[in-house]
C-alpha cells in the first residue's frame, strides 16, 4: 500500500551504504605521494601554461619580424 499510516522500516542496502562510504569517507585509500606523483602533477598544471606562452611568443615574434621587414601588413592598423 502506499498511503499505509504504520510504514515498515526502511531497508537499508549494504551495498549502497559501501558505496556512500566510498564516496565520502574514503576518497583516496592507495595514493602516495611520491616523486613521479608530484612530477606529474606539476607537468600537467605548469606544462599547459609553458605551451601557450611559448606559441604565442614564437608567433608574436615571427609576426614581429615580418613587420620590420616589410612583408606583413597589420590587419587593424590605424594608420
Known sequence: QLNTPTPPAVIEDPA?????????HNIYP????????SFLGALYAIGPLLFWIAAFKIDRDR???????????????VF
Open 16 to 24: 549502497l551504504l559501501r558505496w556512500a562510504y566510498a564516496r565520502t
Open 63 to 77: 609576426k614581429e619580424k615580418l613587420i620590420q621587414q616589410g612583408e606583413y601588413k597589420r590587419p587593424f592598423s
Open 30 to 37: 592507495t595514493f602516495r605521494p611520491t616523486p613521479k606523483t
